[in-house]
């Protein structure tokens, strides 16, 4: 079989609502004609509940914990200031949480947080088994408008030579919100070719918009997965909150090769779950 230029993973479910992105009319598919010898593969698979495991009350609080948990390491890892006004609202999650002790939500919810996990990592590997020089990750509510510019800049991008790189390709928060526009400062050496003018940002450190279009170099594809399989399954994180536990890990250890993380400004890609 011939290696593809580029692995396109597409991550949905069968009650998904955004089931068009499954078929040929979605992005994923798509891009996929746009990017010249490129392969897709879309999931729609609950790896988790074909597994037949049940999760207990304790396994939803202590999920509901270390994703909170996460979010103070996580604004650490970022250098950000955490002033009065962000301890305050961090104050009031955790006032949210503790009520949860009185009235446990369902296990639906973490359920579906694994299913969607095993589905990211399960595409993952199969980018890493195509051999295909990047892996671009896609969750079934992406969407752009211009798919034609997303292809021809995103070539670009995965020509320009980056190894250990990750690139964040959608809008789904502003550099401001995330608390990560001290990082971010204009990237050397690569630029965007599509017909939309949009800036290529690179972090100072590691970061993470949300998973919904992330494109990963082979090689920081192998590191991720590589961390992720050390990982417990429990407590359950979100896949965006274990790929940002994952990002400090790799950050603190001085024998990886340095980790290149862009991001695009304008986004190319929409995500449509948060309009």
């Known amino acids: 079989m011939t290696t593809p230029s580029l692995f396109i993973g597409v991550v949905s479910h069968p009650a998904s609502r955004f089931v068009a992105n499954q078929g040929p009319a979605g992005l994923g598919a798509t891009l996929s004609t746009w990017v010249p010898g490129s392969r897709l593969e879309v999931c729609v698979r609950n790896f988790f509940d074909e597994s037949g495991k049940e999760l207990d009350e304790r396994s939803v609080q202590a999920a509901l ?114 608390g990560i526009a001290h990082l971010l400062d204009a990237a050397q050496g690569v630029s965007w070719l599509g017909r939309v003018p949009r800036a290529i940002l690179e972090s100072r450190l590691p970061a993470t918009n949300t998973v919904c279009a992330i494109a990963y170099s082979r090689s920081m594809a192998a590191l991720l997965l590589d961390y992720f399989d050390s990982m417990p399954e429990k407590p359950v994180l979100p896949i965006d909150w274990k790929l940002n536990e994952a990002l400090m890990s790799l950050a603190r250890k001085s024998h990886e090769s340095e980790l290149t993380c862009m991001f695009v400004e304008p986004a190319p890609i929409v995500q449509m779950s948060m309009k």
């Open 65 to 178: 914990t270390a994703e909170l948990a996460g979010e103070l390491r996580w604004a650490r890892h970022l250098e950000r200031r955490l002033e009065l006004r962000w301890w305050a609202m961090y104050a009031a999650r955790w006032i949210k949480r503790l009520s949860k002790r009185l009235k446990s939500p369902g296990s639906g919810v973490v359920r579906r947080l694994l299913n969607i996990e095993r589905s990211h990592l399960h595409l993952l590997q199969m980018g890493l088994e195509s051999g295909a020089p990047w892996v671009l990750i896609l969750e079934d509510d992406a969407m752009s408008d211009d798919v034609q510019d997303l292809a021809v800049g995103l070539i670009a991008l995965m020509d320009s030579g980056k190894t250990d790189a990750f690139i964040n390709l959608s809008d789904s928060f502003s550099p401001r919100a995330l």
